[in-house]
Nanobody
Framework: VQLQASGGGLVQAGDSLRLSCVFSGRTFSSYTLGWFRQAPGKDREFVAA????????VYADTVKGRFTISRDNAKNTVYLHMISLRPEDTAVYYC???????????????????WGQGTLVTVSS
């Protein structure tokens, strides 16, 4: 499995941005996809995830209502649409994938074996 994230950039507080992650190497529709982020000097944290079988979504409390994860199985792509961005959203955003993750474990980084290279989002105040 290979993951290629893109779409990061420098934006102002309150702006919107959409990240994309293209998946290749396996059957996309059977994989759960997740977005994680790592701010400068901090540990990587969970942002959002979407299951392949049911498209069930899960969000971190810090982004709920502002971020939306979606997938296009025809394009083998997962998206993270971000609105009302805040300076504290500044981070490198990573997409991740794996199969067979149970719902209660979607937030756990250890459940994902495949990771993209990350894309930097910088939100200025």
């Amino acid at each position: 499995v290979q993951l290629q994230a893109s779409g990061g950039g420098l934006v102002q507080a309150g702006d919107s941005l959409r990240l994309s992650c293209v998946f290749s190497g396996r059957t996309f529709s059977s994989y759960t996809l997740g977005w994680f982020r790592q701010a400068p000097g901090k540990d990587r944290e969970f942002v959002a995830a979407i299951r392949g079988s049911s498209s069930t979504t899960v969000y971190a409390d810090t982004v709920k209502g502002r971020f939306t994860i979606s997938r296009d199985n025809a394009k083998n792509t997962v998206y993270l649409h971000m609105i009302s961005l805040r300076p504290e959203d500044t981070a490198v955003y990573y997409c991740a994938a794996d199969r067979g993750i149970i719902l209660s474990s979607l937030r756990q980084q250890s459940q994902y074996d495949y990771w993209g290279q990350g894309t930097l989002v910088t939100v200025s105040s």
